[in-house]
């Protein structure tokens, strides 16, 4: 980088808006000539003093820290762990009376219309009812090998 | 203090000590150590950076989990030497966050106001109260790519090289992105909470 011989109150300005008030994430060239600039220009003063402002007022709204539900929930992460979708119905508090619900409606439907059968299903279906025994099978396997 | 107790210590210290490549790679091997080191150095600032441009925590913890969800399952094809973790964690969740963005369109002042410290009281909660809401509307204002990279650098504490890697721009970019919000603040808060800061 080019040394910087001076800076102007606008260049200070744009160094401002580009890197920040904090002086240590200004170049040494830009340090140095700020600090010249600073210590004869009031302008700078007043630039850099509104600068710091701006930087508190930015930290006014600090973000949250984790839950301590997410931080369980990340501790129990492994190579394993379902999609993001699965996740979110499963750990929202909110989905759950809406899974506890479908859970009941599909009992209940179970319950009214009863289980399916082979003959509900259709007669292609397999039967289980239709092999007797063992001895059935055994006999079915003779006579294949004969 | 038990043999036990200083054995655990000492594996602790020295997982604190490696790199996330190499916390990565033990990751891959099913190492627990590795990925509470991992999650305690990161997801502080996945939740954080998610919160600023979603203003939701429930949303802004649902991203930070699918990232490191993601982390965990990247890790067994994790080339060293690459993309930095971090880097990698963050752009994963700024294109979660901008997806979501994309599905609302909308953002809550309210929420930014509701954010109160519990450690202050009356006068001072209604001026603080004040604050975040005027400097959050602000900051929301601002067009996503401006407030991703304002967000990353002064919440996140990233340098402009680690922004640039994130939001896969050059460096000239991000400080111009940053020019851009920063003079768009002070002409906004200038007019908006004058009376906020004697120093305005």
């Known amino acids: 980088m080019n040394k910087m011989k001076s800076m102007t109150a606008s260049d200070f300005e744009s160094l401002l808006d580009r890197c920040g008030s904090v002086h240590s994430d200004w170049t040494a060239d830009e340090r140095e000539a700020a600090g010249r ?15 710091e402002a701006l930087e508190r ?21 492994s190579k394993e762990t379902p999609a993001y979708w699965i996740w979110t119905i499963v750990a929202r508090p909110a989905w759950r009376p809406a899974i506890l619900a479908a859970a009941m409606l599909g009992g209940v439907y179970l319950g009214v219309a009863g289980l399916p059968t082979s003959k509900a299903l259709g007669d292609n279906v397999f039967d289980l009812n239709s092999i007797a025994g063992g001895d059935e099978v055994l006999n079915m396997i003779e006579s294949l090998e004969e | 203090m038990s043999a036990g107790e200083r054995t655990r210590g000492d ?102 106001a509701e954010q109160a410290d519990p450690n202050t009281a009356g006068a001072t909660v209604a001026r603080d109260h004040a604050l975040r809401r005027t400097v959050g509307g602000a900051v929301d204002g601002l067009p996503t790519r401006q407030k991703q990279a304002l967000t990353l650098v002064h919440y996140q504490g990233f340098s402009q090289q680690e922004a640039a890697e994130a939001l896969a721009v050059s460096v000239d970019a991000v400080e111009s992105l940053l020019a851009r919000a920063r003079r768009t603040l002070k002409t906004q808060l200038k007019d908006l909470a004058g009376d906020l800061l004697e120093e305005w």
Not at chain 1, 37 to 51: E, H, I, M, N, Y
Not at chain 2, 12 to 33: C, I, Q
Request: net charge neutral; with cysteine; glycine share 4%.
């Open chain 1, 57 to 77: 007022m930015l930290d006014a709204v600090p973000a949250p820290m984790p839950s301590d539900a997410l931080m369980a929930r990340v501790a129990t992460i």
């Open chain 1, 37 to 51: 600039l600073l210590a004869q220009s009031t302008d700078a003063q007043f630039a850099l003093r509104r600068a």
């Open chain 2, 11 to 112: 594996r602790a210290d020295d997982t604190a000590s490696l790199s996330d490549d190499v916390l990565v790679a033990r990751l891959a091997d099913g190492n627990k150590e590795a990925w509470n080191e991992i999650t305690r150095r990161h997801l502080g600032a996945l939740v954080g950076y998610a919160w600023h441009m979603l203003r939701d925590q429930a949303e802004a913890e649902d991203v930070a989990q699918e990232t490191m969800v993601r982390l965990m399952r990247k890790a067994e094809t994790w080339e060293p030497g690459g993309a930095k973790v971090k880097t990698w964690l963050f752009r994963v969740a700024i294109n979660q966050c901008i997806d979501r963005q994309r599905a609302r369109r909308t953002t809550s002042l309210d929420v930014v």
